[in-house]
């Protein structure tokens, strides 16, 4: 099975602070995305990328960079944490479809770190 | 920008009913997919439909994809406790890999 594992379940951090969250996945999947959930909002999408060293802003990046230097590892910083940055920060990776879209097999989403801003 | 509604937001169904959630996309959508997330858990991928008209099957769970390729629905027959959670739709922006989330609906079943 594809495992997404991120770095932290629960994280607490200070207004201003610069937060590194981390996410690894294990399948060698090209695609991998960060996205936010909060209630009655749904999943917004915040950075994805679709291969190493590339990445591409989703409908929510301000506040918000990101690294691909890896394959397998997506870093998302919040460059100077805001009490409206708490939120759950999910990410999930997939596999390239072959063009037509019908081999797409749907994301695989990480456990979730839950990100406190005080 | 693009949008995937979802209706109802909320439901509470007595167990053994029926249930139903539908998605709604302010443009045509190349596919959708369907996730289910347990109370405390992530999204985990349920179905895809690629389809105009498509209709599929898991179980009690009865997905469709809209002619016009624009909306779809989650039906679920009999509804059990273990269906508990929130069910998302997500549509893939076409030309892209990137897929819109709906809302969510967050079903609770009464035993």
């Known amino acids: 099975d594809v495992k997404v594992t991120q770095s932290s379940r629960y994280l607490v951090k200070r207004t201003g602070e610069k937060v590194f969250l981390e996410c690894v996945q294990d399948m060698d999947h090209e695609n991998m995305f960060w996205y936010r959930q909060d209630p009655g909002l749904g999943l917004r999408l915040i950075y994805f990328s679709y291969d190493v060293k590339m990445k591409e802003k989703g409908d929510i990046p301000e506040g918000y960079s990101v690294s691909r230097e890896k394959k397998e590892r997506f870093s998302l910083i919040l460059e100077s944490a805001s009490t409206n940055q708490t939120s759950m920060y999910l990410c999930?990776?997939?596999?390239?479809?072959?063009?037509?879209?019908?081999?797409?097999?749907?994301?695989?989403f990480g456990s979730g770190t839950r990100l406190t801003v005080v | 920008g693009q949008q995937v509604m979802q209706i109802p937001q909320y439901q509470h169904v007595q167990e053994g009913e029926d249930f139903t959630t539908y998605c709604n996309s302010s443009t045509t959508l190349s596919n959708i997919q369907w996730y289910k997330q347990r109370p405390g858990g992530h999204p985990v991928f349920l179905i895809q439909l690629v389809k105009s008209g498509e209709v599929k099957k898991q179980k009690r769970l009865t997905f469709q994809f809209g002619e016009a390729k624009k909306n779809s629905s989650l039906h679920i027959t009999a509804t059990q406790t273990t269906d508990v959670g929130t069910y998302f739709c997500a549509g893939r922006v076409s030309g892209t890999y990137k897929y819109i989330f709906g809302t969510g609906t967050r079903l609770k079943v009464l035993a």
């Open positions: 999930a990776s997939s596999t390239r479809s072959r063009g037509d879209f019908s081999y797409d097999y749907g994301y695989t």
